[in-house]
């Protein structure tokens, strides 16, 4: 019996309807099982090259993080070096350098004198009591020098007065003392011999 529902659709029609369905079903098939997976595979390829250039770069970082410890740590004891206190507070040479930044500045060296040093751990302070005379711009320029000096040193206990009757005819000169305190290293303590 012949279907009455659909009287004028051909069974060839039907049958080449159902072929195109089945051909068109098998190319999608095929087109993503291989070129789908080619595509796959390309992009496997290409994420394993980009782990390996990671890791290359890891490596490349770890060896400059390396290299840059190596340099920090060389810069480190450079500069723990280049601050290290004297082994011996250089007096006189700092004295010397005081009294020709004293003519150079128009300034009179009256008295310098050493007072005991101290101790403290680690450090020697070895101290000089001085007194100069010259008119107050001419002592503050002085002091400006001296302060800017390249040694371990301190300048303390400042007092500036009227001048006394050595300048009676200058008034204008005044008196300065102050303590210079120059700093060491302690030096190492003497081993006895025989001692292990």
Not at 60 to 87: F, M, S, V
Not at 108 to 123: A, F, H, K, M, N
Not at 127 to 154: I, P, Q
């Amino acid at each position: 019996m012949v279907n009455q529902r659909f009287p004028s659709i051909s069974l060839w029609v039907i049958d080449s309807l159902g072929v195109g369905l089945v051909l068109t079903c098998a190319i999608l098939f095929f087109w993503s099982a291989f070129m789908g997976g080619r595509d796959s595979s390309l992009s496997i390829e290409r994420l394993q090259r980009d782990v390996v250039e990671i890791r290359q770069d890891g490596s490349r970082l770890r060896a400059l993080r390396d290299d840059l410890r190596k340099a920090l740590q060389t810069h480190q004891i450079e500069l723990a070096a280049e601050g290290n206190l004297p082994r011996e507070a250089p007096v006189d040479e700092y004295l010397h350098e005081l009294a020709q930044l004293a003519t150079r500045h128009a300034v009179e060296v009256r008295s310098q004198s050493p007072l005991p040093p101290r101790t403290y751990p680690g450090l020697v302070e070895h101290r000089h009591a001085y007194e100069v005379s010259g008119r107050f711009v001419d002592l503050v320029r002085w002091m400006r020098s001296v302060e800017a000096l390249d040694r371990w040193a301190d300048v303390g206990y400042w007092t500036i007065s009227a001048s006394n009757n050595t300048h009676a005819n200058e008034p204008w000169v005044r008196n300065a003392r102050f303590s210079i305190s120059l700093f060491s290293a302690p030096s190492e303590p003497a081993t006895s011999a025989g001692r292990s």
